[in-house]
């Protein structure tokens, strides 16, 4: 995958990592806002690897590199809008703006 993908990726998978930690860690939190943190963390690492099995499949032979990239756009722009939430935080990209 290009480096962009790469890093976005990376990126993405850290916060989470972060945002689970500290869940697990919040003791004035109450099982609900845990539990709440903990299911939105796991429902975007499903995306995740949702888009990352969507990014690798290749296309039947015979398609264009145009016909590969329409395939591949909205992908990496739903990668883009998880990254969005984190614009404000050290190391986030201009480039992976939506």
Known sequence: MPEI???????LSAHLD??????NHREEWTHEEIR???ADVAAQRELLTLILGQL?????????LGE??????????AL???????AEHSGYREEWRP
Request: aromatic letters at 10%.
């Open 36 to 38: 709440f943190v903990l």
């Open 56 to 64: 690798a499949s290749q296309p039947p032979p015979g398609h264009t």
């Open 80 to 86: 883009k809008l998880l990254a969005l939430p984190y």
């Open 18 to 23: 972060e945002r689970e930690r500290r869940a």
């Open 68 to 77: 590969v990239l329409d395939h591949k756009m909205p992908w990496i722009r």
């Open 5 to 11: 993908v790469d890093a976005l990726i990376a990126f």
